[in-house]
């Protein structure tokens, strides 16, 4: 084909305007968990909605770790969570000593099957893990009413989801903790890092002290410098100012960037329609607005996902996989507590025969039509 492009699966969106916020900060005397940070917690709690408590941390996965912990979750408890999703979901509940029970995914969005969740509650469990699969949104009315039915407490993975709405509301602010995820190439970027969100004003207030050694008063509550007590348990996961100043930024862009993405996954997944030989995952109801982190593609003959991705790659259309595996197959997961294919059968057909193809605000709509020419040449070359 003669078009030559080079089009990355994802590109941080980086401006002068972050440069800039960077070296004001190297130009101070604060460089972490400082005002920086402050202001990126306020204004991102701003633009989730209402109730939102958000604290920035070293990591999504930090986030994570710290939300299971100070829920109280731990030894002898088990927590449901999706079998389709990146492995921190699954580390995060093992990290507190607690036992992952994985659910199978809805084959349409990714998202962890509502109807499946019932019959793995026993009297261990103790929360549910869900994720909101590269920005598709849950059905957080019937995992919410079961989590409420049975005393649950509900964590929500937003790694990849920030824009995604459900009934008009930000996800994370229905369950009892979130987490969002500022790795380079997520929706907004911080260089690395990541936010937990809460509705519970407590719980924030717990976890502003755990992801600070446990030291009870901050730097400006301190009435003589270097003088503090630590009346609990605490971890280093703070985030710095500069990774903070990058993300102010960046979040001014969020809408922009939202829209972009919108854009780009329409008129790629149009694209796509006359394909019979793949669907498309995206949300399934009207009040579920998807977020747009990536456009996945399921392929009907999974033997053919590997030809396929040299051939979009040689082409330069930058793909990726989410995810490689069902987390119980990975290797961890299934020595230590074996896997039965039977029970994920829809993670596998997402894991095995996948594509995750660029949609992200470095794409234009000339890429996005490349893509689309790129993937039908490539799909009738191998003959599926």
């Given at each position: 084909?003669?078009?030559?492009?080079?089009?990355?699966?994802?590109?941080?969106?980086?401006?002068?305007?972050?440069?800039?916020?960077?070296m004001?900060?190297?130009?101070?005397?604060?460089?972490?968990?400082?005002?920086?940070?402050?202001?990126?917690?306020?204004?991102?709690a701003?633009f989730?909605?209402?109730?939102?408590?958000?604290?920035?941390?070293s990591?999504?996965?930090?986030?994570?770790?710290?939300?299971?912990?100070?829920?109280?979750i731990?030894?002898?408890?088990?927590?449901i969570?999706?079998?389709?999703?990146?492995?921190?979901?699954?580390?995060?509940?093992e990290?507190?000593?607690?036992?992952p029970?994985?659910?199978?995914?809805s084959?349409?969005?990714?998202?962890?099957?509502?109807?499946k969740?019932r019959?793995?509650?026993?009297p261990?469990t103790?929360?549910?893990?869900?994720?909101?699969?590269?920005?598709?949104?849950?059905?957080?009315?019937?995992i919410?009413?079961?989590?409420s039915?049975?005393g649950l407490?509900?964590?929500?993975?937003c790694?990849?989801?920030?824009?995604?709405?459900?009934r008009?509301?930000?996800?994370g602010l229905f369950?009892d903790?979130?987490?969002?995820?500022?790795?380079?190439?997520?929706?907004?970027?911080?260089?690395?890092?990541?936010?937990?969100?809460?509705?519970?004003?407590?719980?924030?207030?717990?976890?502003?002290k755990?992801?600070?050694?446990?030291v009870?008063r901050?730097?400006?509550?301190?009435?003589?410098?270097?003088?503090?007590?630590?009346?609990?348990?605490?971890l280093?996961?703070?985030m710095s100012?500069i990774?903070?100043?990058?993300?102010?930024?960046?979040?001014?862009r969020?809408?922009?960037n939202?829209?972009?993405?919108?854009?780009?996954?329409e008129?790629?997944?149009?694209?796509l329609?006359?394909?019979?030989a793949?669907?498309?995952?995206?949300?399934?109801?009207?009040?579920?607005?998807?977020s747009?982190?990536?456009?996945?593609?399921?392929?009907r003959?999974?033997?053919?996902?590997?030809?396929?991705?040299?051939?979009?790659?040689?082409?330069?259309?930058?793909?990726s996989?989410?995810?490689?595996?069902?987390?119980?197959?990975?290797r961890?997961?299934?020595?230590?507590?074996?896997?039965d294919?039977?029970?994920?059968?829809?993670?596998?057909?997402?894991?095995?025969?996948?594509?995750?193809?660029?949609?992200?605000?470095?794409?234009?709509?000339?890429d996005?039509?490349?893509?689309?020419?790129t993937?039908?040449?490539?799909?009738?070359?191998?003959?599926?």
């Amino acid at each position: 084909m003669s078009d030559k492009r080079n089009i990355p699966f994802g590109r941080p969106w980086i401006t002068d305007t972050e440069r800039q916020a960077v070296m004001d900060v190297l130009r101070g005397d604060v460089l972490t968990h400082g005002p920086q940070a402050q202001a990126f917690e306020r204004e991102f709690a701003a633009f989730l909605g209402a109730g939102a408590h958000c604290l920035t941390t070293s990591s999504g996965m930090a986030a994570l770790h710290l939300a299971y912990w100070q829920l109280g979750i731990g030894k002898g408890d088990e927590v449901i969570v999706a079998a389709q999703t990146h492995v921190a979901t699954a580390h995060a509940v093992e990290a507190v000593g607690a036992t992952p029970v994985f659910a199978d995914c809805s084959p349409a969005t990714g998202n962890i099957a509502a109807d499946k969740l019932r019959e793995l509650i026993t009297p261990r469990t103790r929360a549910i893990g869900l994720v909101h699969y590269a920005g598709i949104p849950c059905d957080m009315d019937a995992i919410m009413a079961l989590a409420s039915a049975h005393g649950l407490k509900v964590i929500e993975d937003c790694a990849l989801a920030l824009g995604t709405r459900y009934r008009g509301k930000h996800v994370g602010l229905f369950g009892d903790a979130a987490i969002v995820s500022f790795y380079p190439v997520k929706h907004i970027t911080t260089g690395d890092g990541g936010m937990f969100v809460t509705r519970h004003p407590e719980l924030a207030a717990r976890v502003a002290k755990a992801r600070a050694f446990g030291v009870d008063r901050s730097f400006a509550e301190r009435a003589i410098p270097g003088v503090y007590d630590v009346p609990t348990l605490g971890l280093n996961y703070r985030m710095s100012d500069i990774n903070a100043a990058i993300g102010r930024k960046q979040l001014e862009r969020i809408e922009l960037n939202l829209t972009q993405r919108r854009r780009n996954f329409e008129r790629l997944k149009k694209a796509l329609e006359p394909l019979d030989a793949v669907r498309v995952l995206d949300a399934d109801a009207p009040h579920a607005i998807n977020s747009h982190y990536c456009l996945t593609v399921v392929l009907r003959h999974a033997a053919a996902r590997d030809k396929l991705v040299k051939r979009l790659n040689a082409g330069g259309v930058g793909t990726s996989v989410y995810y490689p595996h069902p987390v119980p197959r990975l290797r961890y997961y299934r020595e230590k507590y074996g896997y039965d294919a039977s029970r994920y059968p829809n993670a596998e057909a997402i894991s095995d025969g996948s594509i995750a193809l660029p949609v992200g605000p470095h794409v234009t709509e000339a890429d996005i039509d490349h893509i689309g020419r790129t993937f039908t040449h490539a799909l009738r070359e191998i003959g599926s």
